[in-house]
T-cell receptor, first 115, second 114 residues
Framework: DVKVTQSSRYLVKRTGEKVFLECVQDMDHENMFWYRQDPGLGLRLIYFSYDVKMKEKGDIPEGYSVSREKKERFSLILESASTNQTSMYLC??????????????FGPGTRLTVL | AQSVAQPEDQVNVAEGNPLTVKCTYSVSGNPYLFWYVQYPNRGLQFLLKYITGDNLVKGSYGFEAEFNKSQTSFHLKKPSALVSDSALYFCAVSPNTGFQKLVFGTGTRLLVSP
């Protein structure tokens, strides 16, 4: 089975702190994704990566950055956390199947609260 | 740009009755369509997907979905609901060309009463 793990299930940070969210997948997937989930808004794509050291902006990249130094690991960074970044953060991975038909597999999520 | 609409925030059904969770989509060209389920405080779990071929797709836990190109719909169905099916359901679409970027609907909460 595909396994995607996230470093924390719950996280509480203060405004202005630098926050790191880590995601690791064990299926040798090329593609990795970071989403945030908010009630009534569904999932929105923050950043994605299709290869090591490659990254692309999603729909809501402002206030976030990412790092992918190894194939299995994709980190989301909040440079200076703000209260409007309080959310559930979900990581996903998928293989590089032609045409994008492959399934994305999700981690358990990190519920981040910024005070 | 692609989009997904889940018109119902919540669907209520009695255990043993059939259930339908609606999804309509908009995408350039032919779509790939997915359904995911989320249980409380958990990540998303894959249920089923339509890539090509038979319009009726069968998935996990007895769920199925029917792709209707003329109505641009991909409704999720189950013949007999269980209380344990109560969860949040997401429909998602991506185009069948280029890099896979899934666009998700806003989710539908399914509540199955005993």
């Amino acid at each position: 089975d595909v396994k995607v793990t996230q470093s924390s299930r719950y996280l509480v940070k203060r405004t202005g702190e630098k926050v790191f969210l880590e995601c690791v997948q064990d299926m040798d997937h090329e593609n990795m994704f970071w989403y945030r989930q908010d009630p009534g808004l569904g999932l929105r794509l923050i950043y994605f990566s299709y290869d090591v050291k490659m990254k692309e902006k999603g729909d809501i990249p402002e206030g976030y950055s990412v790092s992918r130094e190894k194939k299995e690991r994709f980190s989301l960074i909040l440079e200076s956390a703000s209260t409007n970044q309080t959310s559930m953060y979900l990581c996903a991975s998928s293989s590089k199947l032609a045409g994008g038909a492959d399934t994305q597999y999700f981690g358990p999520g990190t519920r981040l609260t910024v005070l | 740009a692609q989009s997904v609409a889940q018109p119902e925030d919540q669907v209520n059904v009695a255990e043993g009755n059939p259930l339908t969770v609606k999804c309509t989509y908009s995408v350039s060209g032919n779509p790939y369509l997915f359904w995911y389920v989320q249980y409380p405080n958990r990540g998303l779990q894959f249920l089923l997907k339509y890539i090509t071929g038979d319009n009726l797709v069968k998935g996990s836990y007895g769920f199925e979905a029917e792709f209707n190109k003329s109505q641009t719909s991909f409704h999720l169905k189950k013949p007999s609901a269980l209380v344990s099916d109560s969860a949040l359901y997401f429909c998602a679409v991506s185009p069948n060309t280029g890099f896979q970027k899934l666009v998700f609907g806003t989710g539908t909460r399914l509540l199955v009463s005993p």
